[in-house]
Structures are given as C-alpha cells and as structure tokens.
C-alpha cells in the first residue's frame, strides 16, 4: 500500500512557473513507478507525466514537452513535476499516482495506475 500527497498547487500567471511535489509513504518507495494525471472542469483525467523506478526513462504528454520536468528523489520517498510557460489550459486539479510495485510500462495510461493522490489545483490566470 502506498499513501501519496500532493502539495504545490496554486494561482500564478501565464507564462509562470509552479513546482508541485507529490510526498508518499508505506513500501519501498523506489519499487513503484510515478505518474502525473490532471483532469480540468468538465474534462476527464490525463495523462501528463511519469518515471520510472529509477528515474531513468521520463515520458510525457505531447502538450506538455518541453515544458514540464518530471523527477524524483527516492531517498526522500518523494516525485515532482516542475510546471515552466504554464499557460490558462494548464488549469486543473493535478493527481499523482503510482501503479502496482514493479510495473514500468503502460504509464500513459489511468488505468496502470493503483494508487492515487488527493490532488492539489493548479489556476493560471491570462
């Protein structure tokens, strides 16, 4: 089991940047793959970015390359995602997640994932 909290959300300006940490707890930590989704007003849950255990592969979604930076720090049991030219669509509530121990293909997907986060909102104004 794998307890997962966000925090870093908030209001900033087009064009900004935002650093959202997502703090876990319970089993080895390096074991699990990390996963960013974000699901806006009315829209349903995407993907936006994830790593793999050791933090050597990075995938992203293609409206957020070159622009958001997915990390992690193991010995401190916690995943980023550093959010840079953020502009109003990037408005949304952000969910980290992990899948089950182990699992390092498939992270595009929702549906990989078994372990979920609270959420925190990210606002950019215009």
């Known amino acids: 089991q794998v307890q997962l909290v966000e925090s870093g959300g908030g209001l900033v300006q087009a064009g900004g940047s935002l650093r959202l940490s997502c703090a876990a707890s319970?089993?080895?930590?390096?074991?699990?793959?990390m996963g960013w989704f974000r699901q806006a007003p009315g829209k349903e849950r995407e993907f936006v970015a994830a790593?793999?255990?050791?933090?050597?592969?990075?995938y992203y979604a293609e409206g957020v390359k070159g622009r958001f930076t997915i990390s992690r720090d193991n010995a401190k049991k916690t995943v980023f995602l550093q959010m840079n030219i953020v502009n109003p669509e990037d408005t949304a509530v952000y969910y980290c997640?992990?899948?089950?121990?182990?699992?390092?293909?498939?992270?595009?997907?929702?549906?990989?994932?078994?372990?979920w986060g609270q959420g925190t909102q990210v606002t950019v104004s215009s």
């Open positions: 997640a992990a899948p089950r121990a182990g699992l390092d293909y498939g992270l595009g997907k929702s549906s990989a994932y078994d372990f």
């Open positions: 319970g089993r080895t930590f390096s074991s699990y793959a």
């Open positions: 790593i793999s255990r050791n933090g050597d592969s990075l």
